[in-house]
């Protein structure tokens, strides 16, 4: 996730600045740059930033393009077959995928058919759009309005400092079909450089380097700085087919629309935690096998057997509020809550009780009426439909009023949502921590690392209260089956995942 600040030069300058440093003569690049300025032209972007592009042809098309890196000796690049109805934001990350970046840095499209890098105009990223630049969204345009017959070519930028130029020739256009995956690679010759290497003038003297002596620890000289710094296994020259396309089938996921709150935690963060809670909503986006039904059953059960108590007249209350002993013992034998001692006939006893009723007026599936908890209609709905009333409780689990709690269970979903492990650690004198605990420290660390604080120290784990009954709601039987709760089963994944999308 790229971060600049308000006081340092815009990107158009930063690409500037790379590109003249980048040429084999600076000085004589700067020269024509400024007589450029004296007679009137702007170096910097054409007067008018809009790009004018044909309509999208009326059935969609496969392209065929070479991506090749920009002065690489000798060449790397890929063949690939992209579907033409993708936006180029989308394409950025095809391209990507397929070359092997990590999409760390910015990036820029620029239109063919002739190469004029910096003083053409540009597509506007989202970035670009949110520092008020005018100019054509590269997420309005797509692949077939810019690359539509053989020859026809398109110029991509990543990392104005490194300045990774690569070039697009299409190479055949043909009619697409419903099989046709967003990317498909074809052929790829050479390894992508490392992230931060220092361009592609430094890589190619480095990786004639490696290709002498393929151990970096071994490099010397002006080299010497990388071999620490590079991977053991960095082989110029090896690339997997495999790999790519295992890539490409990631970056064809639709983007995940993160709720707002999980949103605002990522804007906020800084940059490590920042990456990091970016990788697991990319991770909750990537496609999964459906749960079973049964385990979604037995997640659903005590609200499902809640609804069925309160169905009728509803559920009687006592003076004190609390539902009458006989509801009370039903749903705890009936929702396969049960514990091997206890009645649970008493809700002000019983916190499982209270969680499930809490809940289910939380997701507004019963209500207090005269004495009594009756279903809403939305309870009625979900007390016959399962698929209601998985929704219902997905779209309440995010459902805090206090910004530290919405905070907290925020990371929560997403750490769920993400399949992240979560297992008993040992803990000096008790044996084995329970997964409750576990959870919670996870995320009082995220929120510690978000700047929240507890006195003057890091959050405690009890700090986390709001998340661990987001754990419990995600729990088949509340935790007391199996010695401990199971947040990343499919199920609780599932609904997680419904949370972000709610």
């Given at each position: 996730m790229a971060r600049r600040s308000k006081d340092a030069p815009s990107p158009e300058v930063q690409a500037l600045v790379a590109h003249v440093l980048g040429t084999d003569d600076p000085l004589q690049t700067l020269r024509q740059l400024m007589s450029e300025l004296a007679t009137g032209m702007n170096p910097l972007g054409a007067p008018d930033p809009t790009i004018t592009v044909p309509p999208p042809p009326q059935t969609p098309t496969v392209v065929t393009v070479k991506v090749s890196l920009d002065n690489a000796r000798p060449p790397i690049w890929r063949r690939l077959e992209l579907r033409g109805d993708l936006t180029l934001d989308r394409v950025h990350a095809q391209l990507q995928a397929a070359m092997g970046w990590d999409d760390y840095h910015l990036h820029r499209f620029e239109a063919g058919p002739v190469k004029n890098r910096w003083r053409a105009p540009y597509f506007l990223t989202e970035l670009d759009l949110d520092e008020g630049e005018r100019g054509t969204p590269e997420a309005d345009v797509r692949l077939d309005q810019v690359l539509q017959a053989q020859g026809d070519r398109l110029f991509y930028t990543?990392?104005?400092?490194?300045?990774?130029?690569?070039?697009?020739?299409?190479?055949?256009?043909?009619?697409?079909?419903?099989?046709?995956?967003?990317?498909r690679v074809l052929k790829a010759v050479r390894a992508c450089p490392p992230e931060d290497v220092g361009g592609i003038h430094t890589w190619n003297e480095l990786a004639a380097a490696l290709r002498s002596c393929p151990s970096p620890r071994a490099l010397t000289g002006e080299f010497a700085m990388y071999?620490?710094?590079?991977?053991?296994?960095?082989?110029p020259d090896a690339v997997n087919l495999a790999d790519i396309t295992d890539r490409l089938e990631a970056a064809g996921v639709p983007p995940l629309v993160l709720h707002p709150w999980v949103d605002s935690v990522i804007r906020r963060s800084p940059p490590e935690l920042a990456i990091e809670l970016s990788a697991l909503a990319h991770q909750s986006g990537t496609p999964t096998l459906a749960p079973e039904a049964e385990e979604l059953e037995v997640l659903l059960r005590p609200w499902q057997t809640l609804l069925e108590v309160a169905g009728g007249d509803g559920i009687r209350l006592t003076a004190a509020g609390w539902m009458v002993p006989a509801a009370c013992e039903r749903l705890w034998h009936e929702s396969g809550i049960a514990w091997e001692i206890g009645k649970g006939n008493r809700e002000q006893h019983t916190p499982e009780l209270?969680?499930?009723?809490?809940?289910?007026?939380?997701?507004?599936?019963?209500?207090?009426?005269?004495?009594?908890?009756?279903?809403?209609?939305?309870?009625?709905?979900?007390?016959?439909d399962p698929a209601v009333l998985t929704q219902a409780l997905a779209a309440s689990l995010l459902s805090a009023t206090d910004r530290f709690d919405q905070d907290a269970q925020a990371i929560a979903v997403l750490l769920i949502a993400a399949g992240h492990p979560i297992e008993a650690e040992p803990q000096a004198g008790v044996g084995l921590s329970q997964p409750e605990w576990v959870f919670r420290a996870e995320v009082a660390r995220r929120l510690t690392d978000l700047g929240w604080r507890h006195t003057d120290g890091p959050l405690p784990r009890y700090s986390v209260g709001e998340a661990a009954i987001v754990l419990a709601l995600l729990t088949p039987r509340l935790g007391n089956a199996g010695g401990g709760p199971a947040p990343t089963s499919a199920a609780a994944r599932h609904l997680a995942r419904l949370a972000l999308r709610s």
């Open positions: 990543y990392d104005f400092g490194d300045d990774w130029a690569h070039t697009l020739i299409v190479e055949g256009v043909r009619l697409a079909t419903d099989d046709d995956p967003p990317a071999a620490d710094w590079l991977p053991e296994d960095v082989d209270q969680l499930i009723r809490g809940h289910a007026t939380t997701a507004r599936l019963i209500r207090k009426y005269k004495g009594r908890l009756v279903l809403t209609p939305l309870g009625r709905q979900a007390a016959t």
